[in-house]
């Protein structure tokens, strides 16, 4: 067999294993994807492709985004860095960022998303509404490290949903500036208050092992005894106002 004759038979292979890695079918994105993102309903093809239905799951807790379409860049997989364009929709909660999976830590960058905070239920026994916008030029994740994070959240709107009416809290804001240098030993965002019958200042902060919540609570709307009582579910009374001091393992 000539030179030639073996150049083009291995050129074929290679031509043969693009175009089945081409059409590998969008269902394919389970092998690459974390278990607690979970996908049903699969159309179009694993560098390009959706999802009818979407869940992140945490704990117990299942979280629902809807809809979800992404985009794989194929170089990053040789890199056994996986990065991915996603966006997802659920009436008028959506979620835009890239997503970037590596051996050791999970990143996120160019987060623009719009969510109901009635998932907080879920995760503590607070009824409240309102508007939550995310807006993170970076956060990365990691087992050996504290999480990296800038960006600002936004808790817009908010209410406390009570039996008889909604009570009015305000708005409200965390701003993240953490630096992104990997010495860095604790992510840390400061709670402030751009208005509202409810004023919360103080910090949140999280190490590799640890998180800590520590925000002051104040104004009229705490005259209101329903919503006192709610709040000291996780807050304690302090200088005439709640404090909101947790702590714990991550």
């Known amino acids: 067999m000539s030179a030639l004759s073996k150049h083009l038979r291995w050129f074929g292979l290679w031509v043969l294993v693009a175009c089945l890695l081409v059409q590998m079918p969008a269902r394919t994105i389970g ?12 159309s179009g093809s694993l560098w390009q492709g959706q999802a009818a ?3 992140v799951v945490i704990g117990d807790k299942a979280f629902h985004l809807g809809y ?5 860049s194929p170089h990053t997989l040789l890199f056994l860095s ?3 364009d996603l966006h997802t ?7 835009d960022l890239q997503l970037q999976l590596t051996p050791s830590a999970v990143r996120l960058s160019n ?3 719009k969510l109901d905070v009635r998932f907080i239920r879920q995760l503590m026994p607070l009824y409240t509404g309102g508007v939550l916008l995310v807006d993170l030029d970076y956060l990365e994740v990691a087992t050996d490290r504290a999480p990296k994070i800038a960006g600002v959240i936004l808790w817009e709107q908010a209410v406390w949903t009570a039996r008889g009416r909604d009570v009015g809290l305000g708005n409200y804001q965390i701003a993240f500036a953490s630096p992104l240098e990997a010495n860095v030993e ?3 965002g400061e709670v402030t208050t751009a208005s509202g019958a409810l004023i919360a200042e103080g910090r949140v902060s999280f190490s590799p092992s640890e998180y800590d919540v520590n925000v002051a ?5 705490l005259d209101n005894q329903a919503l006192r009582d709610a709040l000291q579910l996780m807050a304690v009374p302090s200088d005439g106002g709640l404090r909101i001091a947790i702590s714990g393992e991550l």
């Open 53 to 55: 239905r979407s869940r």
């Open 68 to 72: 979800l379409s992404w985009r794989l």
């Open 89 to 95: 929709r659920w009436g008028a909660q959506t979620v």
């Open 31 to 42: 092998l690459i994807l974390p278990d607690s993102l979970q996908l049903e309903g699969f």
């Open 186 to 188: 604790t992510a840390v």
């Open 82 to 84: 996986p990065s991915f």
């Open 217 to 221: 609570l104040s104004g009229p709307a």
């Open 111 to 113: 987060v623009d998303t």
